[in-house]
């Protein structure tokens, strides 16, 4: 079972998430609930939960001071947020402390159990791999390089010679050995295991599952001296040549147990400790190519060689001049297909130096950057980091890790040309407008709205506070509290029949939301309205 953590600072909210909801059958129970932020973060920091559910504007500690405290002190944290404002700047907010999602008020459960059941798989898949890491400490499994695994490195360094190291890495009468050189996908690894610490309990993980699958006599398997990135394995070569069962077997539980996925390479068969060193040179050549072929690729001897140099490509010009027409078009779709097939024609050349595909990658970050500076005309009403795009461009590594950060900065550019430009978006306000006032008794929802004016929630949200000034939420509120008012004005009208008309079940929270609008409570406007003349 795992715990959930509740905060909103509406009491009508809070006990219908806790009492309503079923929480049993997504296998969750609830930990607490608190009414703010500054209430909640000390019972969070001690009841541990598994996911932190939380409303983002709240009068003492916001839900984003509440989330960000709270995930230092417990990183794995899942946290909802849980708002009626659906602006630009709570998204981006809400993301910069790690939130695993952002749902909309009103909240309709059937959203919240989907949401909560992507966030449960998430904690099976997280606690599995602990549970394997733990039991590799348990069993002592994953503890100090052996003799074989020393030996490995130091003929790879070059500290010991081939007739130092005995009979170590002699294959068995009959067979042959191979050299196996395996590198995760830095994605994979980055955004699962970013810290330090994480780092080690993946190496870890990776080096015991290797060492499960792929021991025998002559062999062994070590971390890769020569750069910390990959990890080496001295096997028994397949028949064939080339991975077998084994090898498919570790890439399986790689991603089933440690969530990434790796390329291996694979040297030419070899018999004893002289052909370590070939062996290495040949499988870390192979994995050269990662710069330009995606993860989970066996890189065989003598299959497709790479080239070092750059091979002519288009001039930079002509697809910046295109990717500028496709950001102004604003079609996201048209805009994801020709960052792939940009990114696929400079993989073709083959070039191994990862700098050439980082150039390319900056020149595209650059030009979308000056497009989004045109269309804004320095009016600061959206601001994207190109600093940040351009930070982790050169981290990575792989052109498929560029291409994909390439793709989320020139969509995020594409979006915000769309909330400022797209005449048919701002047609879809008009009719979610008209939506709004011609059923405002009804239980309206962000969803059910977004569904009619054909947009995503989120979309909408932003779109309808870049157009309006106001949330949804807000300018609901406002149409049906106006209405109220009216109604107040004949004292004929029960305060009960008021509420149901406006969109309100509940009379004490109309009585409550009316205050917050007007200032007063519906019986006070009305004996107000009464006695002017």
């Not at 996911?51 to 984003?64: A, E, N, Q, S, Y």
């Not at 503890?143 to 500290?159: I, S, Y």
């Amino acid at each position: 079972m795992y715990t959930v953590f509740i905060v909103d600072d509406e009491p009508g909210t809070r006990s219908g998430l806790r009492d309503l909801f079923d929480w049993s059958a997504l296998y969750i129970t609830v930990a607490g609930d608190a009414d703010d932020g500054a209430t909640a973060l000390p019972q969070v920091l001690r009841l541990k939960p598994d996911i932190l559910l939380t409303d983002v504007r709240m009068p003492l500690m916001t839900g984003i001071e509440l989330a960000s405290r709270a995930r230092e002190a417990l990183p794995s944290l899942k946290i909802i947020f849980l708002s009626g404002y659906g602006d630009v700047d709570y998204f981006r907010a809400a993301f910069r402390v790690g939130a695993y999602d952002y749902l909309l008020k009103p909240l309709e459960f059937p959203d919240l159990e989907s949401c909560l059941l992507r966030a449960v798989r998430q904690l099976d898949r997280e606690k599995h791999s602990r549970e394997f890491l733990l039991g590799l400490d348990a069993a002592g499994a994953a503890g100090a390089p052996g003799a074989a695994a020393r030996l490995l490195r130091a003929l790879v360094e070059e500290r010991l010679q081939p007739g130092d190291v005995g009979d170590a890495f002699s294959a068995p009468a009959g067979q042959k050995l191979c050299l196996c050189a395996l590198l995760p996908d830095e994605a994979d690894a980055g955004e699962r295991y970013p810290s330090g610490e994480d780092r080690l309990k993946m190496e870890r993980g990776l080096l015991a599952i290797m060492e499960e699958e792929l021991a025998g006599p002559g062999g062994a398997v070590a971390m890769d001296p020569l750069d910390e990135r990959r990890f080496l394995a001295v096997a028994a070569a397949a028949a064939a040549g080339g991975p077998d069962e084994r090898f498919h077997r570790v890439v399986r539980r790689l991603y089933e147990q440690l969530g990434i996925r790796a390329a291996l390479a694979f040297s030419p068969p070899f018999t004893d400790a002289g052909g370590v060193r070939t062996a290495y040179a040949a499988a870390a050549g192979l994995l050269r190519r990662t710069v330009y072929q995606s993860a989970e690729t066996f890189l065989l001897p003598g299959s497709d060689s790479a080239i070092a140099g750059e091979n002519p490509v288009p001039a930079d010009l002509p697809h910046r001049e295109e990717l500028r027409c496709l950001l102004k078009a604003g079609t996201s779709d048209e805009l994801g297909r020709w960052i792939e097939g940009y990114f696929a024609r400079l993989c073709l050349t083959r070039c191994t130096d990862a700098a050439f595909y980082r150039r390319k990658a900056c020149g595209l970050i650059y030009a979308a950057s000056s497009v989004l500076g045109e269309s804004m005309a320095g009016s600061g009403e959206f601001e994207l980091s190109q600093e940040t795009a351009l930070g982790r461009l050169f981290k990575a590594e792989s052109a498929n890790m560029m291409r994909r950060l390439v793709n989320v900065y020139c969509q995020d550019v594409c979006a915000i040309l769309r909330l400022k430009n797209d005449a048919g978006s701002k047609k879809a306000v008009q009719n979610a407008i008209r939506i709004i006032e011609e059923n405002y008794r009804e239980n309206l929802t962000i969803t059910s709205l977004s569904q009619q004016v054909y947009l995503t929630p989120s979309y909408l949200c932003m779109l309808f506070h870049q157009e309006t000034g106001m949330t949804i939420n807000s300018y609901l509120t406002s149409v049906r509290m106006q209405k109220a008012k009216e109604l107040l004005s004949d004292p004929r009208n029960k305060l009960y029949d008021i509420s149901y008309c406006v969109g309100y079940m509940n009379p004490s929270y109309f009585s409550r939301q009316f205050k917050k609008y007007a200032g007063c409570l519906p019986s006070d406007y009305r004996n107000q309205s009464v006695q002017k003349p």
